[in-house]
């Protein structure tokens, strides 16, 4: 009964083939198939956003998704964003704000952060806090969060 | 999750094809609902029929008297369209409200009536505005689409292409959100439209429903305090964990003063 599905997209600018079971939901092949583990699996429920990853530009939630629905798609990971030597500015805005403590909900958080800094170079601290709704942190409380979002938001836009 | 396979049509025929020739497909849409079924293995389709190909099935389209989305167009698109923001404010209220910002960038209109959630936003919007389902074999009154908990009136293999939303004079929404899912415990759908006043209640019962009462009060004097004292007998809503029943009749009086107030204060801005 069950195929394999082909697919073909781009993960962090790079061509990538390959035949999965139809069940292999985005974030199992980025994790598993391509050990990009930057994307971490926290609910598994759509609910904590520690599994974001951009699909096309938009942050989604890679734990959502099956892996044949991004056929065709360009996909970021945080992987993508940044090296430990060159920070994105995002990256460097948490670093500087002390925008995380254990660190679980941090590439969710800046894959949501950058999709939304990128149509709001200035934002308000409300606005942040509204689009924070799908992501969850047990540690910082958010404060913390808010600002380096604020900070790195203002940094994006200065290029 | 179960295994199953999966189909990705290039046409609205074909993707007809596929769930006739499968007993057991299912149509996926934004998947923010059915995935998570698959995960917890409450559904097990032999077949997934995704309409992420289908091109047709997306996008919004503006008249003078109505606004027409695609059943594939997604909650992000709807809130961030201009011509919804400025003729029915209150569905872009609506959408934006959905989930949060990366469900709304996957989940759509048809993918959320067609599961007619009892909490989801959608089908208030779609009642009290009047809305018409148009599916691949006929056209749907709002009225008539929404049957039940989780039912709907179409039929097996029936695929949902468009609604179309008639612009209303007024239209205000207000839920209060359940705090961890954003579904609603209660939301209120208020529109002023030429055919008079509806108001379409999701949340609170095991489907959506209107409330006579309160609509021809408004029809009389379209104002927060004309609900005042209209209430739904208790008996008839959804008592479970969230809230109960009793808090549910409270908060439908509520958030249906919130809806007429922020119809009424959006109408008069335009003006």
Known sequence: MVDSVKVAFSVNGKAVTAEVEPRTLLVTFLREHLGLTGTHVGCDTSQCGACCVHLDGRSVKSCTILTAQADGAAITTIEGLGTP???????????ENHGLQCGFCTPGMIMSATDFAARNPDPAEHEVREWLEGNICRCTGYHNIVKSVQAGARAMAQG | MYAFAYHKPRSLAEAGELLASHDEARLL????TLLPALKQRLAAPTDLVDLGGLADLVGITVSDSEIAIGAMTTHAAVTRNDAVATKIPALATLAGGIGDPQVRHRGTIGGSICNADPAADYPAGVVALGATIVTDRREIAADDFFTGMFETALEPGEIVRQ???????AAGY??????ASRYAVVGVFVAKTAGGVRVAVTGAGPSVFRIP???????????????????VPEGELNNDPHATAAYRAHLIGVMARRAVASARNTSEGEN
């Open chain 1, 85 to 95: 030597e060159n920070l994105h500015p995002m990256q460097q805005a948490f670093n």
């Open chain 2, 213 to 231: 009462a309160m609509e021809s009060a408004l029809a009389a004097n379209f104002s927060p305090d004309s609900v005042t004292g209209i209430s």
């Open chain 2, 29 to 32: 849409a934004g998947g923010m």
């Open chain 2, 174 to 179: 207000a839920k209060f959100p359940n705090p």
């Open chain 2, 163 to 169: 609604v179309r939303f008639p612009i209303p004079e």
